[in-house]
Structures are given as structure tokens and as C-alpha cells.
Nanobody, 124 residues
Framework: QVQLVESGGGLVQAGGSRRLSCAAS????????MGWFRQAPGKRREFVAT????????SYADSVKGRFTISRDNAKNTVFLQMNSLKPEDTAVYYC?????????????????WGQGTQVTVSS
């Protein structure tokens, strides 16, 4: 079992930046592939970014490629999502997720553990 707690959400103007954090507790954090997903009102939860156990591999949704960066600090049991050049369409609840079954995972069905989410609102 692993518990995930997101933080860093809030209100930001279009073009601005925000960094989300996800703190993990429980079993060995470095054994988990981590992912970020988001869900806007009335829409399905969608993949944003993922990072492998060691951090050597990452993958991004096309909508955020070049603007968002996922990273991890295994010593601090934390994964980050640096979001730059934010757009109003990035407004959503952002969720952190973990899986120990895959080295890289881009779909929600592959993840076993989820945080409660943190709201990011981008104003135009």
C-alpha cells in the first residue's frame, strides 16, 4: 500500500507557472511508477504525465508536451509536476497516481493508488 497526498494547486493567471507536489508514504517509493492525471468538470480523467521508477523515462500527453515537466525525488518520496505557460484549458483537478506493475504507464487503468487531488484554476 502507498498513500498519496497532492499539494500546490491554486489560482494562476494564463501564462503563469505552478508546481504540484505529491508526497508518498507507505511502501518503498522508488518501486513505483508515478503519474499525473487531471479531470475537468464534466470531462473524463485524462493522462498528463508519467515517470518511471528511476526517473529515467518520462512520457507526456500531447496537450502538455513542452510546457509541463514531471520529476521525482526518491530520497524525499515525492513526485513533482512543473507546469509552465498555463492555459485556461489546463484548469482541472490534478491527481497523483502510483503503480508498481509497470515501468511506464499512460492510462488510468494501469494505476492502483490515487491521491485525493488538488485543484488548479487558470484564469484568462
Amino acid at each position: 500500500q502507498v498513500q498519496l497526498v497532492e499539494s500546490g494547486g491554486g489560482l494562476v493567471q494564463a501564462g503563469g507557472s505552478r508546481r504540484l507536489s505529491c508526497a508518498a508514504s507507505g511502501r518503498t517509493f522508488s518501486s513505483y511508477t508515478m503519474g499525473w492525471f487531471r479531470q475537468a468538470p464534466g470531462k473524463r480523467r485524462e493522462f498528463v504525465a508519467t515517470i518511471s521508477w528511476t526517473g529515467s523515462r518520462t512520457s507526456y500527453a500531447d496537450s502538455v508536451k513542452g510546457r509541463f515537466t514531471i520529476s521525482r525525488d526518491n530520497a524525499k518520496n515525492t513526485v513533482f509536476l512543473q507546469m509552465n505557460s498555463l492555459k485556461p484549458e489546463d484548469t482541472a483537478v490534478y491527481y497523483c497516481a502510483a503503480t508498481d506493475r509497470y515501468n511506464i504507464a499512460t492510462t488510468r487503468q494501469l494505476y492502483d493508488y490515487w491521491g485525493q487531488g488538488t485543484q488548479v484554476t487558470v484564469s484568462s
